[in-house]
Each structure stands twice: as C-alpha cells, then as structure tokens.
C-alpha cells in the first residue's frame, strides 16, 4: 500500500537481509484478498510458503529466524531483550498520541487541549532518540529491527512529499519538528533513508 509505514519496516528488513520478496499492491479500499489470505485486513502480510504472518514486528521476527545473517536482533540474550522493550514501546506507547490526535480530529467537537498534550507528547519524545544516537549510528548500535521499526514514522520530520495527503502522516510532521538539538537525529533520518529496500 502506497506509503504505508508498517510496509516500509518490512521493506527496510527485507533490503538489510539482502532477501527476494515478491510484493502484492492493496488496494487501500479493498481488503478482500487481505481477508481471505490472513483472517484480517491490516498490511503488511507475509505469505512464506504455508506460514502467513500477519504484523509487521512479527515479520521482523519471522525473517530474523528465516535468515539470521546479517542480524536485525542482537543474539545476546540481554541485548535482545533491550530491543524488544524497545520496539514494544513504540508499538504501544509511542504510537498511541498521533492516533489519538487522528481519532480527536475526526469528531465533531475534537477536544484541543488534549490535542495539544498529546503534541507535545510526541514532540518532546525527540529527545529520546537523540540521545538514543549519542556515540552511534543507530538506535541500538548496529542497524537493527529497532531502526526498521521506528525510521517509517519518524522520517516524517524531514519528509514534505506533498503528493502524500495521509492525515496520519500530516500529523507527524506537524508534531515531530525538529529543532537545533535533534542534529544525530536528522542525520539517522538521512542515513536509514539511504538504506537499500526491497
Ligand atoms: N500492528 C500492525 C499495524 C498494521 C497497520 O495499521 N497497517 C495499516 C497500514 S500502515 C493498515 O493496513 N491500515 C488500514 C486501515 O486502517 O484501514 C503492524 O505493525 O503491521
């Protein structure tokens, strides 16, 4: 699905694996072959022979297993588990505000003070992941599943594609403004964007 953020962590994944995929297009206003194929209608789906794996962190995990060379998750127990905090955090904490934000505007009456605080939210995160780049090119050190996982969202601080009209995306670069103090973060941006993609 054109511009679609969960895909492009798949694509990032697939690239760093040096691995062949075959790509199907949805079309965004019809799921049904998504239904058929997974029992839901998100994307990214992965069809691996008779596996279907359905959830873009869960095919992370899936090709990591298929193909652990080069890695996307650290092999140390303790590093691994690191990363895994870390991506379910962005999954479930990171995330949650630019989907409220989406989910506020839709309503007849959008409640602007708690879009205000959920922007914030968002903004101030930046820190995080500048301070997450101090001393190393990526999140976690290497590349990894980390990068894959958060690049999709976050590029929108530098991405202005104006044929991109997704109010999700409107909503990031809204909030995730870069300022003097996000510079290692500006330059991850550039640096995972020149990472190959299947
Ligand atoms: N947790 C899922 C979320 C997948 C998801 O939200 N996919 C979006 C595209 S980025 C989608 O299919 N949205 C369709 C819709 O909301 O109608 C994952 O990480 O893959």
């Known amino acids: 699905m054109p511009y679609s953020t969960n895909?492009?962590?798949?694509?990032?994944?697939f690239g760093h694996k040096g691995l062949d995929v075959e790509w199907v297009d949805?079309?965004?206003?019809?799921?049904?072959?998504?239904?058929?194929?997974?029992?839901q209608s998100l994307v990214p789906v992965l069809v691996d022979g008779d596996r279907v794996v359905t959830d873009s962190t869960e095919i992370l995990r899936h090709l990591e297993q298929l193909s652990p060379e080069p890695p996307l998750f650290p092999v140390e127990p303790a590093r691994r588990a690191e990363l895994e905090v870390f991506l379910?955090?962005?999954?479930?904490?990171?995330?949650?505000?630019?989907?409220?934000?989406e989910a506020q505007r839709g309503k007849p009456q959008p409640d602007e003070e708690l879009i205000d605080a959920l922007g914030r939210e968002?903004?101030?995160?930046?820190?995080?992941?500048?301070?997450?780049?101090?001393?190393?090119?990526?999140?976690?050190?290497?590349?990894?599943?980390?990068?894959?996982?958060?690049?999709?969202?976050?590029?929108y601080a530098l991405d202005r594609d104006a044929a991109d009209d997704e109010s999700f995306h409107a909503?990031?670069?809204?909030?995730?403004q870069l300022g003097e103090d996000h510079r290692?973060?500006?330059?991850?941006?550039?640096?995972v964007d020149a990472r190959p993609r299947a």
């Open 171 to 176: 909503i990031l670069r809204e909030f995730l």
């Open 184 to 191: 290692r973060l500006a330059r991850w941006i550039e640096r």
């Open 122 to 155: 968002l903004t101030d995160g930046l820190d995080l992941f500048e301070h997450l780049l101090e001393g190393r090119e990526y999140l976690y050190g290497e590349f990894s599943a980390a990068d894959c996982a958060a690049f999709p969202f976050l590029k």
């Open 26 to 39: 949805v079309d965004p206003s019809d799921r049904t072959e998504v239904d058929r194929v997974s029992g």
């Open 7 to 13: 895909v492009e962590r798949v694509a990032l994944a």
């Open 88 to 101: 379910d955090w962005f999954n479930r904490v990171w995330k949650r505000p630019p989907n409220e934000i």
